[in-house]
């Protein structure tokens, strides 16, 4: 997990939580493959059938604003890079200013 925005060079497979304005994931930049939960159909999904989800599909990045991930699933036994975005909200115009192109 980070506490700064997420700057992930080279091209990866991301999944944005929905928690997250979908329209976030066209900041990432094309050189970034980016689902939302709502893209892939995971809506609802509880943390820990979610994340099964994730690492199960491929993708090798979660990006969330979920501060409490840590605390409620056991996150060292997954293999698996998640970004914490820190923000007061989570309207784009926030979030665009910690993703990186």
Sequence with gaps: MTRMGVSITGISKKTLYENLPK??????????????????????????????????????????IDKNLRYQQNLGRIELKIFVLLAINNCREILQALVEK
């Design 23 to 64: 329209q976030l994931k066209a900041d990432f930049g094309p050189d970034h493959d980016v689902k939302t939960v709502r893209d892939m159909g995971w809506l609802g999904k509880k943390n820990g059938e979610l994340l099964g989800l994730v690492v199960f599909s491929g993708f090798d990045v979660f990006v969330t």
